[in-house]
């Protein structure tokens, strides 16, 4: 056991979500980020290290696609055991994912992912179709997939892996990133907060976090759209808008009316930075109040730019048993929705893009 490989070389492993690879290793912010590469060995370690205050951090391991391990990572740096007595004349998939997504009330919430230990060797990563990214809320974080029976807003009841967004790029053998952060919307936020909006965020790595460390390795820095250039950008927002409304603290007609303009403009901004994807706006999982409002975004949008690649998909609305923890949709309501969105891809022949 005398290999050391750090996570730093995007020629020897795929990298998932906007993540920061530097000479430290490689920083995970985002729900559903990971490490991926291929290894023969009969043992793998790897050193990690992970910031963050109240809301502990979680990892997943997934070995040739099954998870193996959930982790509660321990802050400062430590070595985890990712596998022992395997075969080394076998290949073995590996991928390190960040299971909980990035928490902003803390000062800290990053994981670093800064080597491996193993007696075998590296081989060439896996090939995908696609790029996909996922824009969205506690439904695309996978909030109420972890620990279906409870109400706690805690780490366990998220789960990145049951999530719609990492079962449609699994269907559809897609490298994907996530941006998602439970409670904030499009141009509100649940509770009606104004600043708590992904648009805002876009074009920044992780603008949600705000600690030194993250700022260090680079959360903060303007992001590169040229790094994996997306065929897909979907989002999925709108629901927390709609609860915002709800709150009684706005005027309906100027609520959707700034909701709108909101829209078009975060669509002008995605398309800024995003040339040749297709984009799709799915939506309905809990709820469709906002339906109306986001076609007319999507068709305001076109109007203005010219711009047809663009679609809206409907989602199936998720009651009864497909509800669990804190009334989020179920694993099985993502998978659901995973299955429909795929097709929807599929349809639009984005792998003729390539």
Known sequence: MNNIFKLDDPGKMTVFGRSAVTGEGTALFWT?????FNIKASELHIEIECGYDERELMADILLDGERSQKLIL???TRKYTI???????KTINVRVLRDTQCMPDDRQSY???KSIETDGSLLEPNRYDLNIEFIGDSITSGEGCGLLKRVEWAPVVFDAVESYSYKTADLLNAR????????WGLYAAWDGDLTHVLP???EQVCGITK????KSLGALDKYDFTRNEMDVVLINLGTNDSNALKTGKFDKDEFVKAFKKKGIEFLKTVRKNNGACNIIWAYGMLGDEMEPYIKEIIKEYIKETGDRRIEYLKLSDCKGKDLGARSHPTPAAHSKAAE???????????????
């Open 111 to 113: 994981i670093l992912l």
């Open 176 to 183: 994907y990133d996530v941006m998602s952060q439970s409670g």
């Open 83 to 89: 596998f022992k007595g395997m075969d080394p004349a």
């Open 211 to 214: 600690g030194e460390k993250s």
């Open 200 to 202: 805002d965020l876009y």
């Open 32 to 36: 559903g980020s990971a490490v991926e």
């Open 340 to 354: 429909s969105i795929a097709d929807f891809i599929r349809s639009l022949q984005v792998y003729m893009l390539r």
């Open 74 to 76: 321990e802050n400062g």
